[in-house]
Every structure is written in C-alpha cells, then in structure tokens.
C-alpha cells in the first residue's frame, strides 16, 4: 500500500469510533487527511492519533468529496442523515450501526465472505455486522469443512458498552452508588443494571423479539449465505463494561467429530483455543485482544448431532472497529 486515502470518522468520539481511529494507527493505515466528525455537542474536543491532538468537527455540513472513505460509528439514524450524501460524493462507506439493508450495503467479514465483493467498483457501501454475528461466524467459517449447520442457537451475554459509552457510565454510576449505600434511579437502562442481568438489550417488537436479535438473525445469515438457516437469538445485558460472552449451540446435518472440530478451531487464524478443562472469560482473555477465544467445545448430551461452543471477543475492539478497519484495508486494497 504506497498511496494514501482522505478518511472521515463519524461518530469519532465514541467508544467504537476512538477505538478506530487507534487501530487505524496500530496497523498502520495508510492515512493521508483524516477527518474527525462527530455531533454538535462533541465537536471541538481532540483526539490522539500519531503523536499529535486532532480536532473534531461536526458532521453536520461535512463535505464527503473530501474523502475516499469514510467509517459511521454512530447511531443509525446518522448513517440515514448522511448515507445519500456520502454516495453522491462519489466516497465509499463502511457503516457499523446496520442501518441500511444488505442491498445497499453487503453484510462483510472479510474473513467469512469476502468474495461477495467480486466484480464490484467503487464506490462501495459496506456493512460491517454485529459484533455477535462477527465473532460466531468466524468460528463457524473455521468449521466449514466440519460441520454443516442446520441450525444455530445463540445466547448472546452483552456487556455495557453494547450501549456505548453511555452504558459504561450508567453501570459505573449504579456501582457506586450501591457500593456506598445511596439510591439511584435508573437513567439509561429501564431498571436497575449493576449486579443485576436484564432478559433484553432493547424494545421487543409484537412477536417478543429485539431489534438486535433481529439483527444478529440477519446478518449470520447474510455471512454464510444461507437464507434458509434457522437461527434463534436471545440477548441478555450483564453487569460487564466490555466483552461478548456467547453460549453457542450448533445443530450439524451429520454426527460431530469433536475431534476434528477441535483441530480445526486450533489450526484457525484469528481464533483462539481453550483446552479442555478450561474456559476463556472476556476480563482474562478478550478484552483489548483481536482474536475470538473458543473453550467448552463439547458434543450434545442426548444428539451426536449437536456441538456447543462457549466464545467470548471483545465487542468494541474485535467485533466492531477492527472488522471495519480490514474491511476498509479490503477496499484500498483492490476496489479504491
């Protein structure tokens, strides 16, 4: 990579977006102008990136022929705001809040489907999907070749910070505030989080579903490439500040070979592997890491055909902006 690109953040001061833009120097983008966008009430604050403090700007009146390419980290209505803007511009997008549909902006890991990409020119939008579609279907796409799934079951334990860094400060506040014998009320969650587990992240629809376990849904789907697959998600917020912790049920068309599954996840790039009688926690293994940690991989009690995994990833570094940032190292690598 010898050129450099014109990047927009948006949604910089973020938890997500901060944690771009320190990938972004970590494996060494080739940056030329970065843009550093964020909302009226953020604008003005700097951030480090290289050894110097950058200013952010509002988002709003931000000219995209500015840029090549530009990363939403920040809530979906943002990427409604600005998405026709960013394609009038000629600039291609990576969005992280799911906004769009998959006929505007494929779901991607390059890991998982990058093939989809084919053929394609830009300018491109891309999806970059939940965290927790992210981290099972590298796990799954490691499998492929032993283990054809008929249906998955996925109990997603979110941490905080799946609210942003709101989240992180209400669960801190609640802390304290119990830990010093004071009552509070409730400001971001709808009852009391700390020391607590709440049965939904987000409003259930009419049929008792959230619009994150939909979206989890969609976008495994959309990765495998399987329309048809059944896939059900329950989303849990648990008293944590950063991490996925995910129980994962695998229902396979043929009998597990454990064996096999085992090797397979221990050969696989970008995760890592448990020994039996061990399990990775996202406080001792996850947080601050790029892999996806795998452990209590075991075979079904009553079916051969069922397999059960426990996989834990940080979900702001790995399953949120490190996937945007390869995504958008797959762009300037053969599309821009």
């Known amino acids: 990579m010898t050129s450099t690109f014109a990047i ?22 080739p940056v030329g102008d970065l843009h550093l966008l964020a909302s009226n009430e953020s604008a003005g604050r700097t951030l480090p990136y290289k050894g110097r403090n950058l200013r952010v700007r509002a988002v709003e009146g931000f000219d995209f022929k500015a840029v090549q390419l530009a990363f ?4 979906q209505s943002v990427t409604l705001a600005h998405a026709d803007a960013v394609r009038k511009a000629g600039c291609s997008l990576i969005d992280l809040s799911g906004a769009l549909s998959a006929e ?3 779901r991607v890991v390059p890991e998982v489907n990058a093939a989809i990409l084919e053929g394609r020119t830009a300018p491109l939008a ?26 998955l079951v996925i109990n997603a334990a979110l941490a905080v910070s799946s609210r942003g860094r709101e989240g992180v400060s209400e669960l801190a506040r609640q802390t304290a505030e119990l830990l010093n014998g004071r009552s509070f009320e409730p400001r971001l969650f709808d009852r009391q989080m700390a020391f607590n587990v709440l049965a939904q992240v987000d409003e259930p629809d009419a049929d008792g579903h959230g619009l994150l376990e939909r979206r989890i849904n969609q976008d495994i789907k959309a990765l495998l490439d399987n329309a048809s697959l059944s896939v059900a998600v329950s989303c849990h917020q648990v008293p944590v500040f950063f991490g996925d912790s995910l129980s994962v049920t695998v229902q396979a068309s043929t009998p597990v070979e454990v064996n096999q599954v085992i090797a397979a996840l221990d050969a696989a790039s970008g995760i890592e592997l448990v020994e039996a009688g061990d399990y990775p926690t996202v406080i001792g293994d996850a947080v601050g890491q790029d892999e996806i940690y795998v452990g209590r991989v075991r075979r079904g009690l009553d079916d051969p055909c069922e397999l059960t995994l426990w996989i834990v990833s940080d979900n702001v570094r790995k ?3 490190l996937n945007a940032v390869q995504l958008g190292e797959l762009l300037i690598k053969h599309y821009l």
């Open 72 to 75: 939403f980290a920040a809530d």
């Open 8 to 29: 927009a953040i948006v949604g910089a001061t973020g938890s997500v977006g901060e944690s771009l833009l320190q990938i972004l120097e970590d494996r060494g983008f």
């Open 126 to 151: 891309l999806t970059s999907p939940s965290s927790v579609a992210v981290a099972v279907t590298l796990v799954l796409a490691a499998l492929r070749d032993q283990v054809q799934v008929d249906r």
């Open 319 to 321: 399953g949120a902006a």
């Open 104 to 106: 505007q902006a494929p």
